[in-house]
């Protein structure tokens, strides 16, 4: 899908933004670069000349190329987040339903959803395990696969979960409709109406839905776009509240991307296992980081069983096959049950279709390869903004998974300007809809997990231009 010139440059962005290669740093001259990675010396121009078009290094005269000075080198990051501290019922999430349709519409440019375009999924493949499925299984199919669900499914994902350092019986697995699923079931196992559950902030909104609709209270806890929740402000807020049940996104999160560091997914394990609340851990996008190396889970430091981890193929394989699953070995009776009296049983043909997915080595393979493109993507898009958004934008650097969060100038009403955009046939997130609260009028989420082409690059011009227009002085957006 992309030339190997693109992939070099997306890995020198990355020690860049790691600081690995520092402002200032020489890079090697072409010549050497091509000796040092086994490339023609066009290859190696290509890599640099990307670079610094995106504006990460410069060409000195007779010097060669240097990593840019950091302030002049891209827009800064947002910083940790302020939610006011009380819980509250959740508001505002009207405009997600329209969201959501105009991912489907094939005439809009979708950066709102984060929903992959199909380049970046192996469709084909899964289509052949669903065909081969159906007819190779034609009796099985046909029948219900009641909770909790097909054994050779939950088999493989026990090994899956073992070899990211999680160790959970296949027997305490339980399949779902997809990780919203998932979640859902492990509040409705923890909680009941009224109950006051801590966030991040800012959160999934798909999560938010869940908690308004089982009569929940949010309490939105600050968290870092890097590392994740703050767990000081967790300890604060445990002290002064009745909290039943805390759910994070420690790998990627949505919309922030942050991936919380081992230690404190460990500290954040313990806290809540003294405190007895249960901890629902989000991992959708865990298998999705650039890294070589898998991001580790709150799972694997769950030696109480206080975790119950939640994930799903939507993101890697398809959002379509509908298949996630939840462990708690405590709970799993419980959990079984709600699955049972809320939809009888998860679709047999795609669990055994998922399960040859992972059985064949077809879903390592595909993820292996997709973590790259997905970087590439990331950084493609930071670029644009960079380049065509007002400066001040501020941009989150997410080191897995493929949404943006992006901070505007404070005049800027994301809805408002997601409002305008739908009619030009652009979706993006308005910040709020990512709060309990409608918190971050002036943000939105772009995803990034589309394939690039003009007319990507036209839209993000239009909302460059939209959000300068309602930046610019005397010209505020309407409220
Ligand atoms: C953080 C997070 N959790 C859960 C989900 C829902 O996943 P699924 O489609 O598997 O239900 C999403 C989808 O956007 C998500 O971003």
């Known amino acids: 899908m992309s030339h190997l010139y693109e992939t070099l440059a997306a890995e020198l962005a990355q020690q860049i933004d790691q600081e690995t290669l520092r402002s200032g740093d020489r890079l090697p001259g072409v010549r050497t670069f091509s000796r040092q990675r ?81 380049a970046f999924l192996p469709t084909h493949a899964v289509e052949r395990a669903i065909c081969q499925a159906a007819r190779q299984h034609r009796l099985h199919t046909s029948a219900y696969e009641f909770p909790p669900g097909l054994p050779e499914l939950r088999r493989q994902l026990a090994r899956r979960m073992a070899e990211s350092g999680c ?92 991936c919380m560091p081992d230690d404190g997914k460990r500290r954040l394990v313990e806290l809540l296992a003294r405190h007895g609340v249960p901890l629902i851990e989000d991992d959708v996008y865990g298998d999705l980081g650039f890294a070589q190396r898998r991001p580790s889970t709150c799972k694997a430091f769950d030696a109480d069983d206080n975790v119950f981890y939640c994930a799903s193929f939507s993101k890697t394989l398809s959002p379509g096959v509908r298949i996630g699953w939840v462990v708690n070995a405590r709970q799993r009776a419980k959990i079984e049950y709600l699955k049972y009296v809320t939809n009888l049983a998860t679709p047999t ?53 493929f949404v943006l969060w992006i901070e505007l100038a404070r005049e800027v009403d994301s809805f408002e300007l997601a409002r305008r955009l739908l009619p030009l046939g652009i979706s993006v997130a308005p910040g709020p809809i990512f709060s309990a609260s409608q918190r971050y009028r002036h943000f939105i989420r772009l995803s990034c997990a589309r394939k690039w082409d003009d007319q990507v690059e036209r839209a993000l011009a239009t909302i460059a231009r939209l959000v300068a227009e309602a930046t610019a002085p005397g010209i505020t957006a309407a409220r």
Not at 178 to 198: F, I, K, M, S
């Open 38 to 118: 086994n490339i023609s010396v066009a290859t190696a121009v290509a890599t640099y000349r990307r670079l610094e078009a995106d504006g990460y290094i410069e060409a000195r005269a007779r010097s060669g190329f240097f990593v840019r000075a950091r302030e002049r080198l891209r827009s800064r990051e947002p910083g940790i987040t302020r939610p006011r501290g009380r819980p509250r019922p959740v508001s505002g999430q009207e405009l997600v339903l329209e969201l959501v349709k105009a991912a489907n519409d094939p005439g809009v440019v979708q950066l709102g959803a984060a929903v992959p375009d199909p």
């Open 167 to 258: 160790q959970v019986h296949a027997d305490d697995i339980v399949v779902t409709n997809g990780c919203q699923e998932a979640l859902t079931l492990a509040l409705r196992a923890v909680t009941t109406p009224g109950d006051v559950v801590a966030i991040e902030s800012p959160t999934f909104y798909g999560l938010l839905q869940v908690i308004d609709s089982l009569g929940l209270e949010a309490l939105e806890i600050p968290t870092h776009p890097r590392d994740g929740m703050a767990i000081d402000a967790l300890q604060l807020a445990l002290a002064q509240w009745p909290v039943k049940a805390c759910i994070v996104t420690p790998n990627y999160s949505n919309p922030l991307g942050g």
């Open 349 to 401: 043909v795609t669990q055994i279709a998922v399960a040859r997915l992972l059985e064949s080595g077809t879903y390592e393979r595909h993820v292996r390869k997709v973590r790259g493109e997905y970087m590439r993507a990331v950084e493609r898009m930071i670029a644009a903004v960079d380049r065509l958004f007002p400066a001040g934008t501020r941009v989150t650097r997410p080191l897995g998974g």
